[in-house]
């Protein structure tokens, strides 16, 4: 059975400081999806990490993805007030043409002002 | 419309009720997911439609009845719900590997 593990579960961080979220996976993937969550809203993809060494950023988020290692990471850097959210992996299991998430228990971020 | 849209946003019922959640995507993708977000759960994948066909019945209780009428739109029809059924439940729609979320039912079982 596919488990996902993230760490740290709480983040409460100062703005202008960098951190690092942590995502692991039990099986064998090379598809692996970010996503936000805002309290009462809906799940925003962030990122789509499709191969061994994919490396995405977008603004103060970067994101990486090592499948030999199982292991993503999400980083933060400078952070500010508005990446206060939910961020949740989530690792992918396809067949029949479809694709089977399994997501993570999610990292709740507060960045204090 | 555009995107995956939900309705209602917002449900309460009692355990003995029966209604319906809607999903409805406007994106031209063929597959349709269901899932379910409790408060101490990471989301739980629920069902999965591909071309209106059932792929996926994640050991869901029968209480829980999906339906595909076209690949535009998914239901989930609920009757007698119990109250740990209370959660936030979230339709997506893929073409391809990313996957869409549409804002939520908010479901309140009494």
């Known amino acids: 059975e596919l488990k996902v593990e993230q760490n740290p579960l709480f983040l409460s961080m100062q703005e202008g400081k960098n951190y690092t979220i942590y995502c692991n996976y039990s099986t064998t993937s090379d598809r692996l999806y970010w996503y936000r969550q805002d309290p009462g809203k809906s799940l925003e993809s962030l990122f789509v990490?499709?191969?061994?060494?994919a490396v995405k950023q977008e603004g103060r988020l970067m994101a990486s993805l090592d499948t030999k290692a199982r292991l993503s990471t999400l980083h933060i850097t400078a952070a500010v007030h508005d990446l206060s959210a939910t961020y949740f992996c989530a690792v992918d299991e396809s067949f029949s043409g479809t694709y089977k998430y399994i997501f993570g228990t999610g990292t709740r971020l507060k960045v204090l002002a | 419309e555009t995107g995956v849209t939900q309705t209602p946003r917002h449900l309460v019922m009692g355990m003995t009720n029966k209604k319906s959640l809607k999903c409805e995507q406007h994106?031209?993708?063929?597959?349709m997911y269901w899932y379910k977000q409790s408060a101490k759960k990471p989301l739980e994948l629920m069902f999965v439609?591909?071309?209106?066909?059932?792929?996926e019945n994640n050991s869901v209780p029968s209480r829980f009845s999906p339906e595909c009428p076209n690949s535009s739109h998914l239901f989930l029809h609920l009757h007698t719900l119990q109250p740990e059924d209370s959660a936030l439940y979230l339709c997506a729609s893929s073409q391809d590997v990313e996957q869409f979320f549409g804002p939520g039912t908010r479901l309140t079982v009494l």
């Open positions: 994106l031209g993708h063929n597959a």
């Open positions: 990490l499709l191969s061994n060494g």
């Open positions: 439609y591909n071309f209106k066909e059932q792929t």
